[in-house]
């Protein structure tokens, strides 16, 4: 069977039930032929992530992390061969508050060297876990730090060297990081871990007939950025959530590859935009649909007093796939047509839930005014992909500022505890999910005009779109180190390997 045949493969939602019709869910032909030929199984139960806390020793909140292998049962009876931590795919809850001394210990059990990155923390260099602190084999790497950050849904996976896109796809991506202050009881927002507050991690990824993660190296699977057609939540197919009360707190979390998701529920259902990457926006905002690039994060609240089963949804058209990819589909992997689909992410059924008051909106945070803040610098930072033979034919062509990363090259030095504007210049055919290692910043402009609904808030990822720039204002943040540096890059994880990324120390 050609790849292309058995990816489409696939099982349908119809009441309740997947039949076999059209879905994106990848199956061998045996099984689409033989076991669900005329038939249909049930959905998948929530997979809820066990939720760590940590263990609090001599003043510090210490979490024990082991990277290893592991194999999942994703698609129908077959297994497939993952990677994890401290579970054989996907990894913990990690939950902490705000001020706490956190001790990270991480042991790679793993036959290849890893590093783990605490994405949108505010922290030492040499506690950042990028690829200049990556783990051997064997070793257990240690960071400390004191968490800074606001109350936040922030996250922590691969960032080694050459190697972050094929190691999340295979597990190591899609770990949350809660930070909590234990005032959200106050706001009459919900707060119970698998009650009424769920992670709501979405991925996709693509299979082989095997049942086994389909990886496209080729330089033009890199170009586009890794796709696939079965899409998870918190890793698993086919989600089935029935919440413990009738408003939820729902933190969705991209953490795929490189799709882009346009999100919204089946019925066009209001929700209430509460949080975005870096925590509380300082007013709700009403929403009825939603946008994250890869590695950008949202909290929203759904209401569902109505009893009524709905589906968060995909919606096509939004992302690069749907610029047409010159024809990529042929050089390397399925074809735009093939995954610039709707999909079917979570199905929630309240029928059961608790019947409890509707969120009443009121003011959530107080952010600080930036807008009077002495401006140390003003950077121009241009995401480049040169279309030419050196792209082609994989000598490079991915680039900021026309420099392709090295991890010998200190591209930028930024003085501690200032504020500074970057200008992102995307001229390149594709959007770039912009990320800067150490900070929350906050989006001024996009070619002049206000920013997003959903980006008004503390962020570290925007997407930058193609022929379009977009001003962040940051501070730098309290941590100098002259010689180790902090990331900022394209969170396409395939652009980021190929070189779509720069280093600055701060001083």
């Known amino acids: 069977m050609k790849r292309r045949d058995f990816l489409r493969q696939g099982l349908g939602l119809t009441s309740g039930l997947i039949t076999a019709a059209h879905a994106p869910f990848a199956l061998a032909q045996t099984d689409s032929q033989a076991a669900f030929s005329g038939r249909s199984v049930p959905l998948n139960d929530f997979n809820l992530p066990a939720l760590e806390e940590g263990q609090s020793i001599q003043g510090k909140q210490v979490f024990t992390l082991s990277l290893q292998q592991g194999e999942a049962q994703i698609l129908g009876d077959r297994r497939t061969e993952t990677i994890g931590i401290n579970q054989g795919f996907l990894a913990p809850v990690l939950r902490m508050k705000k001020g706490q001394q956190v001790r990270m210990e991480v042991r790679n059990r793993l036959n290849e060297t890893a590093a783990i990155h605490w994405h949108g923390m505010?922290?030492?260099?040499?506690?950042?876990?990028?690829?200049?602190?990556?783990?051997?084999?064997?070793?257990?790497?240690?960071?400390?730090?004191?968490?800074?950050?606001?109350?936040?849904?922030?996250?922590?996976?691969?960032?080694?060297?050459?190697?972050?896109?094929?190691?999340?796809?295979?597990?190591?991506?899609?770990?949350?990081?809660?930070?909590?202050?234990?005032?959200?009881?106050?706001?009459?927002?919900?707060?119970?871990?698998?009650?009424?507050d769920y992670p709501v991690i979405v991925m996709d990824r693509a299979f082989d007939d095997s049942g086994q993660f389909y990886y496209n190296n080729t330089r033009m699977g890199k170009m586009r950025g890794m796709h696939g057609d079965v899409m998870l939540v918190n890793g698993v197919a086919h989600s089935l959530l029935k919440p413990g009360k009738t408003l939820v707190r729902l933190r969705l979390h991209n953490a795929s590859n490189a799709r882009f998701y346009h999100l919204a529920f089946s019925d066009n259902r209001p929700f209430q935009l509460i949080a975005s990457d870096g925590g509380m926006l300082e007013n709700p905002t009403t929403l009825r649909q939603i946008r994250l690039a890869p590695s950008e994060r949202a909290e929203i609240l759904v209401d569902l007093s109505d009893r009524k089963p709905i589906t968060l949804k995909h919606l096509k058209g939004y992302g690069n796939l749907s610029m047409g990819m010159m024809g990529m589909g042929m050089m390397g992997g399925n074809g735009s047509d093939d995954l610039d689909r709707d999909f079917d992410l979570l199905h929630i059924d309240p029928a059961q839930s608790e019947r409890v008051?509707?969120?009443?909106?009121?003011?959530?945070?107080?952010?600080?005014?930036?807008?009077?803040?002495?401006?140390?610098?003003?950077?121009?930072?241009?995401?480049?992909?040169?279309?030419?033979?050196?792209?082609?034919?994989?000598?490079?062509?991915?680039?900021?500022?026309?420099?392709?990363?090295?991890?010998?090259?200190?591209?930028?030095?930024?003085?501690?505890?200032?504020?500074?504007?970057?200008?992102?210049?995307?001229?390149?055919?594709?959007?770039?999910?912009?990320?800067?290692?150490?900070?929350?910043?906050?989006?001024?402009?996009?070619?002049?005009?206000?920013?997003?609904?959903?980006?008004?808030?503390?962020?570290?990822?925007?997407?930058?779109?193609?022929?379009?720039?977009?001003?962040?204002?940051?501070?730098?943040?309290?941590?100098?180190?002259?010689?180790?540096?902090?990331?900022?890059?394209?969170?396409?994880?395939?652009?980021?390997?190929?070189?779509?990324?720069?280093?600055?120390?701060?001083?």
């Not at 064997?138 to 996976?157: C, G, M, Q, R």
């Not at 691969?158 to 899609?174: E, F």
């Not at 929350?440 to 930058?464: H, I």
């Open 357 to 507: 008051p509707g969120f009443q909106a009121k003011p959530l945070a107080t952010l600080p005014d930036w807008s009077g803040v002495a401006i140390a610098t003003t950077r121009q930072m241009n995401l480049e992909m040169q279309m030419g033979p050196q792209m082609m034919f994989g000598s490079g062509g991915f680039t900021i500022n026309g420099q392709a990363m090295d991890m010998d090259v200190i591209n930028e030095v930024v003085q501690a505890n200032t504020f500074e504007i970057w200008e992102l210049t995307n001229p390149s055919m594709m959007h770039h999910p912009f990320h800067v290692h150490n900070t929350q910043f906050r989006v001024l402009d996009r070619d002049g005009k206000a920013p997003y609904p959903w980006e008004n808030g503390y962020k570290d990822v925007v997407t930058v779109h193609k022929d379009e720039t977009v001003r962040i204002l940051f501070p730098t943040g309290p941590y100098r180190n002259e010689s180790v540096p902090y990331m900022y890059h394209c969170h396409i994880l395939e652009h980021e390997d190929a070189g779509m990324m720069g280093q600055f120390t701060v001083v």
């Open 122 to 196: 505010v922290l030492p260099a040499t506690e950042d876990g990028g690829p200049h602190q990556a783990i051997a084999p064997n070793d257990t790497w240690v960071a400390e730090w004191k968490i800074l950050n606001e109350p936040s849904t922030l996250f922590y996976h691969s960032h080694t060297h050459n190697q972050t896109g094929q190691q999340v796809w295979r597990g190591l991506g899609g770990q949350m990081q809660i930070v909590d202050e234990d005032r959200d009881a106050d706001l009459g927002i919900p707060h119970q871990y698998g009650v009424d």
